[in-house]
């Protein structure tokens, strides 16, 4: 049974950081792209983060791009999510998934209908 089970979720202040784990089970995924997502209270869920299979190809939502930091181990099978100069926007349920499809080398997606996969979100409040 494929499970992705997230952490590092909590509150923090405005400015602080964070990192999120996404540790998955039940099979490998170091031949797929992977990414986070995030639902804000009362909005729709949205791209923030992708990363192909070898880490080597990594793409952003312009609201995150260079305040987060998406990596993976492939041998720990875990995705990782640093969050640095963290604002109140940032406030959501961050998810982690995994895009089965191929798309070569580099190929990552920020399009959430080619996740198969998905965690169960962890919670990031920030104040202000």
């Known amino acids: 049974q494929v499970r992705l089970v997230e952490s590092g979720g909590g509150m923090v202040q405005a400015g602080g950081s964070l990192r999120l784990s996404c540790a998955a089970s039940?099979?490998?995924?170091?031949?797929?792209?992977m990414g986070w997502f995030r639902q804000p209270p009362g909005k729709a869920r949205d791209f923030v983060a992708a990363?192909?299979?070898?880490?080597?190809?990594?793409n952003y939502a312009d609201s995150v791009k260079g305040r987060f930091t998406i990596s993976r181990d492939n041998a720990k099978n875990t995705l990782y999510l640093q969050m640095d100069s963290l604002k109140p926007e940032d406030t959501a349920v961050y998810y982690c998934?995994?895009?089965?499809?191929?798309?070569?080398?580099?190929?990552?997606?920020?399009?959430?209908?080619?996740?198969?996969?998905w965690g169960q979100g962890t919670q990031i409040t920030v104040s202000s």
């Open positions: 990363i192909n299979w070898n880490g080597g190809s990594t």
């Open positions: 039940g099979r490998t995924f170091a031949s797929f792209a």
């Open positions: 998934a995994v895009d089965l499809n191929y798309g070569g080398r580099d190929y990552t997606s920020a399009d959430e209908s080619k996740y198969a996969y």
